[in-house]
């Protein structure tokens, strides 16, 4: 946050250096970024083939792409980071292609579709070498890379360590959804649109784009795809989101540091109040979810992108010296919102809410609608529609019409305090997921209420997020997604804010070194004060959770106020001080998260798995059959295995059991079928039982009571060719040997081919 208090001043151009060192941050964040990987056992032949990969197939077609798109320049690093996330885009359409031909092998070949029409087309090489960049300040550059290194030493700490690549011993815990998006990504590399891997046949009515991304990286890179989903793709998606709010914010805002600080706010301050006794408060676990679902990470790649798009169709920044998109602004917002389609559902319903809170105040303030508005809604109210009826079928997930459901949980019924104990549960959500946004409050008192189009679209964005989310309900709290979705918005709106109250405050150079100090340490005191100080959340009572969150916001409020009503003497000895305090006051604010994700990262160590809010037994011994199983068969081939439930209770089998059809990357007769589109929501969730007994009986009685006319219907009927027999959960019955060919054995696992 601090790089706003220590940028170049509005209108000033940036000075030009050598290419040589333009050049070095980048160079430094790569490098450490590789150095992260390596150090946690990522091949350095892996390493080389993502590079590659990034370069080649996804950020030279998509940065042509987008050269051709836009009339003038604006900088290089927009150019590139936008150009990636086009890349993306067209690699979704080369995937489809390729896969659906079934020749997903051959799909290293898309990106010449691209880059021959700009080798052969006179009109198209200029874009090759275009001139007329401006540079980025090195404050700027330098700034943004202490954002994506210290992001990435989060992830080394909270995914890479805790998490091998693959299992080195019968004790490895795994976060549950993992082994699950991990079979998504299997499915993808053979599959047009991908079925559930956990029932062979099923249809994945599912926002499946992320893991077809992953697939294609695995195909064209040559990399095993284990590797990329463990080690590669989260701090290479992640880097380039940090980028992309950089650079969207710049755009959007016509000044630089509005971006990087934005970048800052989303990728180095966390959740307010984190260490609470629990680990997810709200549903969500400071940045857990960047890598707890892949897929939020590559919906941001695809929204900020599509907000650029969008804020130009709706108006420019007054005084923005930003060159135009011009028509292609319509085009990019067409790309990036068919692929957000099936990237998150959470990110076109915030852009469409965000699209029509501007349209509402612009009719009530103006008495219009600019024309490009209304377009910009139709555009993304049909890729809405598009997504509802042909991507999810109208399958809702389990979401549901639920008023304030995430906070109810935390609200004790029946007591005369009811009323007092939701109203302090609502201020303890906005200062748990919010406070980062404090800078909109500022922005808004700063214009008096008279805010630009654009901004408008940034604050209905944000408050899109937090209004759906309490608006909507969801079994695995899965409305947490739209509040992520509008920080997208809400960042770059709050550091647009803070850019503002710090012109007020006029402060010279020094002061903003002081101010950027004072900040640091804030930020230091606060994470050594809660790594020391641990917070236990009273679990006895409802609200016990937030309890610690509400005393740290009342303990943070005295001193504000102590230091506030010190601010006339402070300010009688220190004249400088004087009309700063809105600034020191914003700043602390701020900066007040940024413990959350030192503290995620050191529960890495406490808890298993960086204690997300459900682990599961991932033996090596099973994954090392999995493995076998992926060398030695067809991506036809169909499983079956008796193993189903992750555990049994009384009688009830809790189906969420993953992890061979996300090891084997195999389709799998029956596995556990808990998060099967048709099941979520269903009473009983993660007990229901599955809905084809007939299927489910032929399935377990090759395993329990094998015959030869048993085993020939699975193969015939339902395309059965490998059983995976776990022996710890049901005994290996003599007659298998005899009926099929024994193909692995290890001390836990037996796998036999149907004849």
């Known amino acids: 946050m601090t790089a706003l208090a220590t940028g170049t001043p509005p209108g000033v151009a940036p000075t030009r250096r050598p290419v040589a060192l333009r050049v070095v941050p980048p160079l430094v964040g790569y490098a450490v970024v590789a150095a992260v990987l390596l150090a946690t056992g990522t091949p350095v032949v892996d390493v080389v083939r993502f590079t590659g990969y990034a370069l080649l197939g996804v950020l030279l077609p998509g940065t042509l792409v987008y050269r051709a798109l836009r009339p003038r320049p604006h900088t ?3 150019d590139l980071a936008v150009g990636a996330a086009v890349g993306l885009v067209l690699e979704l359409a080369g995937w489809a292609v390729f896969t659906a031909l079934g020749a997903p092998h051959l799909l290293w070949l898309w990106p010449l579709a691209v880059v021959a029409p700009f080798v052969a087309v006179p009109r198209l090489r200029r874009h090759w070498r275009p001139t007329g960049h401006t540079p980025v300040p090195a404050g700027w550059a330098w700034s943004l890379t202490a954002v994506v290194v210290g992001f990435t030493g989060y992830l080394a700490e909270s995914f890479l ?101 934005a970048a800052a706010l989303m990728f180095t301050v966390g959740e307010f109040g984190y260490e609470n006794g629990i680990r997810q408060l709200f549903g969500t676990q400071a940045t857990f979810i960047v890598w707890g679902s892949p897929s939020m990470t590559y919906s941001w790649v695809l929204l900020l992108p599509l907000l650029a798009a969008l804020a130009e169709l709706v108006g420019r920044a007054r005084g923005s010296t930003v060159p135009p998109l011009g028509r292609g602004a319509w085009v990019l917002a067409a790309l990036f919102l068919a692929a957000s389609t099936g990237a998150k559902a959470s990110s076109v319903p915030v852009a469409l809410a965000a699209l029509g809170f501007t349209a509402l105040v612009l009719l009530v303030t103006r008495r219009r609608v600019p024309r490009a508005v209304l377009g910009a809604a139709g555009l993304t109210l049909a890729a ?60 808004v008192g700063v214009r008096r209420g008279r805010l630009e189009p654009v901004q408008l679209l940034l604050l209905g964005g944000a408050l899109a ?19 992520r979705a509008g920080f997208a918005f809400g960042v770059i709106l709050s550091a647009w804010g803070y850019a503002e109250v710090l012109d007020r405050a006029r402060l010279s150079s020094r002061g903003r070194v002081v101010l950027a100090a004072g900040a640091a340490g804030l930020a230091l005191l606060l994470t050594v004060i809660q790594l020391r100080h641990p917070a236990t959340a009273e679990a006895a009572a409802a609200y016990g959770p937030v309890l610690p969150l509400l005393r740290w916001a009342v303990a943070l409020a005295v001193v504000a106020t102590v230091l506030g009503l010190l601010w006339p003497a402070l300010v009688g000895g220190w004249p400088a001080l004087a009309g700063r305090g809105s600034a020191v006051l914003l700043t602390g604010a701020l900066v007040a998260g940024a413990p ?102 032929a399935n377990d009685a ?34 298998l040997a005899d009926l099929a060919d024994e193909r692995f054995r290890n001390d836990r696992m037996t796998v036999y081919r149907l004849r």
């Open 76 to 78: 290089l690093v927009e």
């Open 161 to 261: 360590r805790p998490n091998p690549v693959l299992p080195t011993g019968e004790g490895q815990a795994q976060y549950i959804d993992l082994a699950f998006q991990l079979s998504l990504a299997g499915a993808a590399t053979h599959q047009m649109p991908p079925e559930v891997p956990q029932v062979a046949g099923e249809p994945l009515h599912y926002h499946w784009f992320g893991f077809a991304h992953l697939a294609a990286a695995s195909l064209v890179s040559g990399v095993d795809l284990p590797t990329v989903f463990f080690r590669l793709a989260v701090p290479a998606l992640c880097a380039l989101a940090a980028v992309l709010v950089a650079v969207v914010g710049w755009r959007v805002s016509g000044r630089a540091y509005v971006g990087v600080g």
């Open 384 to 443: 809405q529609l598009f997504a509802t009826a042909v991507l999810f079928r109208f399958v809702s997930h389990g979401v549901t019409v639920d008023l304030f459901s995430g906070l109810r949980p935390y609200v004790p019924a029946g007591t005369s305090a009811t009323a007092l104990f939701w109203v302090a549960v609502t201020v303890a959500f906005l200062l748990n997921l919010q406070l980062r946004l404090a800078g909109v409050l500022a922005l």
């Open 465 to 483: 997020g937090p209004a759906i989310y309490l608006l909507v309900g969801h079994p695995g709290s899965s409305n947490q997604y739209f509040v």
């Open 596 to 697: 959350g994700l030192v503290l995620d990262a050191a529960a890495a160590r406490r808890f298993p798995n960086g204690g997300a809010y459900a682990v599961v037994p991932m033996p090596a011994s099973r994954v090392e059959a999995a493995r076998w199983v992926h060398r030695h068969s067809s991506p036809d081939d169909v499983l079956a295995t008796n193993v189903h439930c992750r555990v049994v209770t009384d009688g009830w089998c809790d189906a969420r059991s993953f992890w061979l059809s996300g090891y084997a990357e195999r389709a799998v007769l029956v596995e556990g079928w808990s998060f099967a589109p048709r099941m979520v929501g269903r009473p009983g969730g993660a007990y229901a039982p599955f809905w084809d007994p007939e299927r489910l009986h």
């Open 702 to 735: 090759a395993f329990t009571a094998p015959t030869a006319a048993g085993l020939t219907g699975l193969r015939d009927r339902y395309g059965v060719r490998w059983l995976v027999l776990d022996r710890s959960v049901t005994p290996e019955p003599p007659a």
